[in-house]
């Protein structure tokens, strides 16, 4: 996308009641791809992440969005670029799982998919003390055992350096045309209970989110599972990952949320608990928006 793109969709989620700005891409596409390579160097760029750095500020600096960066994996030198202009970072660690990356395995031929590479992408934004989000995807040929082993590794990460805000318990979806077409998706109450299991292992200091646009059927489940967050949902734009899965209704939202005990509210792309741990204008920003609780005020609030 060029700048004028990016400001145009940042612009419309403003107008429409938006907080955050989502910045997702693939990893370092100017390494596969030669005509992403000259596409960035005709603009003066070297690298995607140069130019990921400039169109968070540039979101930043002209609109009233904060913007969460999403790229892969990154060095801590990456982390440390990006940090000034995102008030929170995310990448999911999907799996701790070595076998995985074996041939015939969901993460065979991806080496940006190796545990260890997408662990040490944690402690870097650890280390820069950066609010993050991660999470692990449950349905690509992984045992229990591993799964297990993945909730355990982002809780370590998070002991040592207090930075998750956020685990997504993410379920895998069939997609046509790709190598695991016809393998077959979690059901709903396997991912419940892997939310579960993911609640008690990470205790109440990390919020716990399932997409509830991949399993639209199941909300209530999830919330009983010890579910505290839903996500991101956009009024402008698709699930870029999963389009084909149309957001939820927020009316839908709230109604299951309510029924069950809990009341919806809008956060923040940084969660309140990390609002106090940004610098400058980041924190500013997030104050502004946040109000005294770090949630965005309720029409009541505002009164």
Known sequence: MSPEEVLAVARAGEKAGCKEALFSLGERPELRYPEHREWL??????????YLRDMCQLVLNETSLLPHANPG??????????????VSM??????????LMNPGEAHHLCPDKRPATRLATLEAAGRQRVPFTTGILIGIGETWEERIDALTAIRDVHLRFGHIQEVIVQNFRAKPE????????????????????????LGDQINVQVPPNLTP???????????NDWGGVSPVT?????PERPWPHLADLRNTTEREGFSLRE?????????????????????????DNGLVPTQEERW
């Open 41 to 50: 160097g005709s603009r003066g760029y070297e690298t995607t992440f140069e």
């Open 73 to 86: 994996t990154m060095s801590e030198d990456e982390v440390a670029m990006l940090k000034p202009f995102n």
């Open 90 to 99: 995310g990448m999911m660690l999907e799996s701790a799982s070595d076998r």
């Open 178 to 201: 790709t190598r695991f077409a016809a393998r077959s998706e979690p059901e709903a109450r396997d991912l419940a209970r892997t939310a579960s299991v993911a609640r008690v292992l």
């Open 217 to 227: 059927d199941a909300h209530e489940l999830f919330l009983q599972a010890g579910i």
């Open 238 to 242: 698709l699930d870029h990952i999963n």
């Open 267 to 291: 956060r923040l792309a940084v969660y309140p608990e990390f609002v106090d741990t940004l610098e400058g204008p980041l924190r500013d920003r997030a104050r502004q928006l946040g109000g």
